[in-house]
């Protein structure tokens, strides 16, 4: 656990130091390969590991049993066979375009509320993120080995709704109708809330790893006392290798402690993988099948080995930040100007300082990095919030993973986006995807962060193009 505190937030920055956004472990690149670098600052004895990682990371696994036993285990019940398919060339995913459309880097969590004080004792355990579906688990996987039925079967339509602007400048945002089809195991239980996240750019995550829990906590202001109408809070997760409760990091909401921990929970949710820190697969009772399937466990029960665990958490750990490009240009400043002035550095804290690490975490020590992220949870208002089955908005006070609510999320870094559909075109941003650029995104921003997009609606053309230049800067 980082505790010592370093924080930065209010220190400004020259315009050399601001470029490099990850500091020392910062990469100059803009091609399509962008975040699959390694640190810039990396010992070239280290790089061979990285490039071990890498290999776990972009290659898809097998069903067992298999010739390839190192990589072999897959499902039964899975959403995907590889990391790299979820986060394209390393960045964001995008959800699905339509109905037809995959949903290869889209995943669904599932949580309900506790339905009587039995439920509620164990939704209050601290090693406990929510209450799954009895049926279904705490996440649903669409796809399945031979033998065993998926889940169910994910569709999206869109319905267009215009957002004016003040001097009459219009922009049509995509407000997503989910669905899912063929539940293949019965109907799922009543009161069951759908959390949908497209997989996040897995840049820069050993820095955010790195910032001390002192700067984070200190951002915090749960009780908005300052009555500016933010009020952020950290998620307390498990931390399930020091068997404690402590400050979440990394998900969407939050929800996992370390980088380690965040890449065996993807490779046990999302392809169905255990590891030393997850030992079971997510069959159900009611999913006789899954629970009679082959799988590619050693004697103990493990289908990935600590040592290839640790390589890809490795990899994810030093996937470099790319430099920031335009810097120096009047437009983009301006941009970084009107950023401020709307208040959305409130909660995309520009910047921290690492705390001091040890030769295992040498290349993420005590460097100045610039994130524009709190780290911690905002509620985000009902449009954005978490849906029940019928598709309404769930209830802004359910709790739906440890501490986090449906409409809380953790604010996303904002370094490298204006590089997200440079590595993958397809690239769309949000929780679940449904903004197609950036202006999308800030206008569908409510909840906490309703003052500020109001005050970009009253921009003008030159202020919402240098907004958007400024964006693409980083």
Same mark, same amino acid.
């Given at each position: 656990m980082i505790t010592a505190s370093s924080c930065a937030a209010a220190v400004e920055y020259d315009l050399a130091t601001q470029k490099q956004s990850g500091g020392d472990t910062t990469v100059p690149a803009t091609h399509a390969g962008a975040f699959s670098l390694n640190s810039a600052n990396m010992s070239s004895r280290r790089k061979g590991d990285f490039l071990i990682g890498n290999d776990f990371f972009e290659d898809p696994w097998v069903i067992a049993p298999a010739t390839t036993d190192l990589r072999d285990g897959l499902g039964p019940l899975f959403n995907v066979s590889a990391c790299q398919s979820c986060h394209f060339n390393d960045g964001r995913g995008h959800a699905p375009a339509n109905a037809a459309d995959d949903?290869? /880097?889209?995943?669904?969590?599932?949580?309900?509320?506790?339905?009587n004080a039995e439920e509620q004792a164990l939704l209050d355990k601290p090693d406990v993120a929510n209450l799954g579906d009895p049926v279904y688990g705490g996440q649903l996987q669409d796809r399945a080995i =031979?033998?065993? /039925? =998926?889940?169910?079967?994910i569709e999206v339509s869109y319905n267009e709704e215009t957002v004016s602007f003040a001097d009459g400048f219009k922009v049509s945002l995509r407000r997503p109708q989910w669905r899912l089809r063929n539940w293949a195991y019965g109907d799922p239980a009543?009161?069951?809330?759908?959390?949908?996240?497209?997989? =996040?750019p897995v840049i820069g995550l050993g820095l955010l790893e790195a910032i001390p829990q002192a700067d984070i906590e200190a951002l915090a202001d749960p009780q908005d006392s300052n009555h500016d109408?933010? /009020?952020?809070?950290?998620? %307390?997760?498990?931390d399930v290798e020091q068997k404690a409760q402590t400050l979440g990091r990394f998900g969407w909401k939050a929800g996992q402690p370390t980088v380690k921990q965040q890449t065996a929970g993807a490779f046990n949710g999302d392809m169905g993988l255990t590891s030393s820190l997850f030992t079971t697969d997510h069959c159900t009772d009611a999913q006789s099948a899954c629970k009679k399937a082959p799988n590619g466990a050693d004697e103990n029960g493990i289908e990935i080995r600590d040592d290839i665990l640790d390589f890809v958490a490795f990899y994810g750990r030093n996937l470099a930040v790319p430099a920031r490009r335009n810097i120096e240009d009047s437009v983009v400043q301006t941009g970084h100007r009107l950023f401020r002035e709307a208040g959305c550095n409130a909660c995309h804290n520009e910047? &921290?300082?690492?705390a001091k690490l040890g030769k295992d975490h040498i290349e %993420? /020590?005590?460097?100045?990095? &610039? =994130?524009?992220?709190?780290?911690?949870?905002?509620?985000?208002?009902?449009?954005?919030?978490d849906l029940k089955l019928n598709g309404s908005p769930a209830p802004a006070d359910e709790v739906v993973e440890h501490d986090a609510t449906a409409t809380e999320w953790r604010t996303p870094p904002l370094w490298g986006i204006g590089l997200s559909q440079v590595v993958n075109p397809q690239a769309?941003?949000?929780h679940d995807g449904r903004a197609r650029s950036l202006l999308e995104a800030v206008l569908w921003h409510g909840g906490e962060a309703q003052q500020s997009r109001d005050k970009v609606l009253a921009f003008k053309a030159d202020d919402r193009d240098a907004l958007v230049k400024f964006l693409e800067s980083l």
């Open positions: 949903a290869d /880097s889209l995943l669904i969590r599932l949580s309900r509320p506790a339905r =031979p033998g065993v /039925s =998926p889940e169910a079967h009543d009161d069951l809330t759908l959390s949908l996240r497209v997989a =996040p109408g933010v /009020s952020g809070r950290t998620n %307390q997760v498990w910047s &921290f300082v690492t %993420q /020590s005590e460097q100045t990095i &610039f =994130p524009y992220t709190d780290m911690l949870l905002h509620d985000m208002g009902p449009d954005l919030a769309t941003y949000l």
